[in-house]
C-alpha cells in the first residue's frame, strides 16, 4: 500500500517561500502511469488542485501559478514550492497519488499538514 506523508513548516510570513515535501513509501514516484499532485484546502472551501509531477517527470499547475514542483527520485519524494505567500495561501496541504493529472479523486492521501500564513 502506497503511504504518502506531507513535512514542512507550519507558520509562515507574508512574501516567505512555502516548501512542503510529500515522502512517498510503499511504491515509486517513477511508477508508471501516476501523477503526484499537491491538493489544498483553504478554510470553508472545498478541495483545490494547484499542480502535479508526472511518473516521467512532466509538470503541469495551475494557470498563472507562483507554484513548482521538483522531485527528488533517490529520496522517493516530491516538493512543492510557492514564492511570496499572501494569507490567501493559508490552508491544509494535501499531496496524493492521481491517476489523472488534474484530478483531486485521487488514489492514496497524506494525512494533510495546515499551513499558516500570517504576520
Known amino acids: 500500500q502506497v503511504q504518502l506523508q506531507e513535512s514542512g513548516p507550519g507558520l509562515l510570513k507574508p512574501s516567505q517561500t512555502l516548501s512542503l515535501t510529500c515522502t512517498v513509501s510503499g511504491g515509486s514516484i517513477t511508477s508508471s502511469y501516476y501523477f503526484w499532485s499537491w491538493i489544498r484546502q483553504r478554510p470553508g472551501k472545498g478541495l483545490a488542485w494547484m499542480g502535479a509531477i508526472g511518473y516521467s517527470g512532466s509538470t503541469e499547475y495551475t494557470p498563472s501559478s507562483s507554484t513548482s514542483i521538483s522531485r527528488d527520485t533517490s529520496k522517493n519524494e516530491f516538493t512543492l514550492r510557492l514564492t511570496s505567500v499572501t494569507p490567501e495561501e493559508t490552508a491544509v496541504y494535501y499531496c496524493?497519488?492521481?491517476?489523472?493529472?488534474?484530478?483531486?479523486?485521487?488514489?492514496?492521501w497524506g494525512q494533510g499538514t495546515q499551513v499558516t500564513v500570517s504576520s
Open positions: 496524493a497519488r492521481c491517476d489523472q493529472a488534474k484530478a483531486i479523486v485521487c488514489e492514496d
